[in-house]
């Protein structure tokens, strides 16, 4: 990506797509700072805790990731600090596979668990509205937070997910009714690969049973 990267100052604002983890890193600041809280006690009290999730508990450490001591805590989440970059850290989420997938049921049940809304329908359907085009011949597209693919002339509802170092993955695919979750066990050592992960999504979805 660093490649690839545009120079800064090439576009204007709203005139081009480039994906930037530090746009990430900003937004979390900003909700820290309207609301006081730690972004994963947030997440504990307003998402984990109402869906019942089973292994997520909201402890949170924070790393230097610029020492060579810097190493993933066994914690369920952490910020990372590059401070010769920027003042805001990267907020890393660990995740297990059964927690990520009632997260994703959620947006597939338009925000709604248990009779509650947990988040507005409107804000689901605005996220996931497929705003950058950012590969056509794939038809995949970028909307808030979410990658959206493009929808066809036989899409009743968009299809949207999220990639982590190529091979992490939950995707949300409303008129298939599936939740898709697939990870690698990254902090080890892995020999799992981008070719594997695209082999394994087709084979899902030619298992499709034909109507």
Known sequence: MLVDRPRRGTHKPGEFYYYNNWDFNTLGAILEQQTGESIYTLFQK?????????????????IDAETD????PNTDGYYQYERSQSKYPAYHFRMSARDLALYGQLYLDYGSWNGEQIIPKSWIDVSTKPYSVYNPQYGNAYGMLWRVRVPGKDTKRNSFFHTGLGIHMLGVYPDSKLVFVHRVNTEAEFDYNESDFYKMIRLVFNAKKQD
């Open 46 to 62: 307003e998402i984990a805790e109402p869906l019942g999730m089973l292994d997520y508990e909201g402890n949170y450490a924070s």
């Open 69 to 72: 001591e810097a190493e993933i």
